[in-house]
């Protein structure tokens, strides 16, 4: 991966967007595309919208959602111990012991989720057991209410400490490669196509509040009318221990772009994606998806009169933890697929599954 590229994935990884709060990292994307981008803009709901060849009359889509899942501060008990309400589907388990960052106004806030000392828990609390959030506290080091207060305010948006830890054969490890590495591919795969003649527009999507019920990329594609519409976000990896074969479709870190299928996705879109993939001798891997997908794809399939809809995943291991990993060369073949399939569009391409 190039220099620019990577200090652009790691920018957004470091940058704090839980849903409801993506202004920050909304700058750092338009900081990355406007130079290669024809038109940036950010809608009411927050959506920046980055478009290419935009006169054209035919209109694709790419949504990376920008927000991650996280915390706001619910409240400060009168010891300045601060409780937080989840943002998206927190796993609690992994709470205890965890690093926090609260993004207050002054700027950013260290703290901790204290955890009673196995010396001191009874019995039933050593089995471990379900972590209910009600119950985990966040350690700033205050002395009381009044000097928590001093710093924070109710509601303050929080997350799990922003960072990113490079593991051996181009692996990364951040809290919210879900679904930064979808929205980095997204707008990859715009300064890819910039400098290409295109039969279509092509509009990349910073979507919001995807986390909190697929929302942004459902105003978004609305105002776009696209005819074909794509979601890059992460999908689950098979390749650690305790998943049951028989349950699991293999899925391998490292061994490309996940094409989805299934009732969510266009079936010509679909097959030309398995092409280009072929013809440019880019690994890929296939997941069956027999519903309707947990991501942008859902919304912008049944957007207006219906879009061809498909969905790129990023195989990824530990969903919804701080240690949530990729791989950095899925994401430049993902970016590099989607850009040969935005190049392949004709102008008689008909998308129509008939
Ligand atoms: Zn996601």
């Known amino acids: 991966m190039d220099k620019s590229s990577k200090q652009f994935l790691f920018d957004l990884l470091t940058t704090p967007s839980p849903s409801g709060f993506e202004q920050k990292i909304q700058r750092v994307v338009k900081g990355y595309v406007k130079s290669f981008a024809e038109t940036v803009e950010v809608d009411l709901h927050g959506n920046l919208i980055a478009g290419i060849n935009t006169k054209a009359k035919r209109r694709v889509m790419l949504a990376g959602h920008c927000d991650q899942i996280g915390f706001m501060v619910k409240s400060i008990n009168k010891e300045g111990y601060i409780s937080l309400a989840p943002v998206g589907g927190i796993d609690t388990g992994v709470m205890p012991a965890a690093h926090i960052t609260i993004w207050t106004d002054k700027g950013p806030l260290k703290g901790v989720v204290g955890r009673k000392a196995i010396h001191l828990q009874s019995a039933e609390e050593r089995g471990g057991g379900k972590v209910d959030i009600d119950k985990v506290w966040v350690d700033i080091g205050a002395k009381n209410q009044k000097e928590a207060e001093r710093q924070i305010q109710i509601g303050d948006p ?197």
């Open 158 to 354: 929080a997350t799990f400490e922003l960072g990113v830890t490079e593991l051996g054969n181009d692996l990364v490890v951040s809290p919210a490669l879900d679904d930064k590495s979808g929205l980095f591919v997204a707008m990859e795969c715009l300064r890819l196509c910039a400098k290409s003649k295109l039969n279509v527009a092509l509009y990349a999507v910073s979507s919001v509040q995807e986390e909190v019920g697929l929302r942004g990329a459902k105003t978004a594609a609305y105002s776009i009318d696209p005819e074909i519409g794509i979601a890059i976000d992460v999908t689950h990896a098979s390749d650690y221990p305790g998943l049951d074969p028989a349950k699991v479709t293999p899925c391998k870190l490292g061994a490309g772009p996940v094409i989805m299928r299934g009732p969510n996705i266009n079936p010509v879109v679909e097959s030309q994606l398995v092409m280009m993939a072929k013809k440019n001798k880019i690994k890929y891997q296939l997941c069956p998806y027999p519903g309707i997908l947990g991501n942008d794809a859902n919304p912008i399939q049944v957007s207006r009169g219906g879009v061809a809809a498909a969905s790129i995943g990023i195989p990824n291991r530990y969903m919804h933890t701080q240690v949530e990993t990729c791989c950095l060369k899925d994401l430049e073949d993902s970016a590099k697929l989607l850009a040969a399939f935005v190049k392949s569009i004709g102008p008689k391409s008909d998308f129509r599954p008939q």
